[in-house]
């Protein structure tokens, strides 16, 4: 066993565990032999599904606050919003979310089936 170094949620204690030469009997198998690593993956996928809307959400609720900032903040004697760089980043933002968003709703209907 040893820690593996992850981004973001360090407290989970993610751990590689490496097993050599397990001999497990027939009548405790999970499913065929050899499959183990896809029947594990799979698990994953609402998971990361999970954590797929969550970004998106959190990403959308971060462009909003800066809509809500450009709008208010003033530089050079007017909005930032009426800055077309700052409208066009800000627009940017927006159709990479979109686009993440399609992709998301893309895996939901692929796992429904």
Known sequence: ?????????TAAGTTFIELDDV?????????????GMKSVMQNF???????SVTVNRLA???????FEYCTKREAF?????E???VRHRLAKCGAA??????????LYIKLLK
């Open 1 to 9: 066993m040893r820690r593996m170094q992850v981004t973001g949620q």
């Open 23 to 35: 001999k497990v009997p027939v009548e405790n198998l999970i499913g065929r032999e050899g499959m």
């Open 45 to 51: 996928n609402h998971e990361r599904l999970t954590i």
């Open 60 to 66: 959308r609720v971060a462009l909003s606050s800066a």
């Open 77 to 81: 004697g007017k909005p930032l919003m």
């Open 83 to 85: 800055q077309p760089v």
């Open 97 to 106: 979310l979109e686009s993440h968003y399609a992709w998301v709703e893309g």
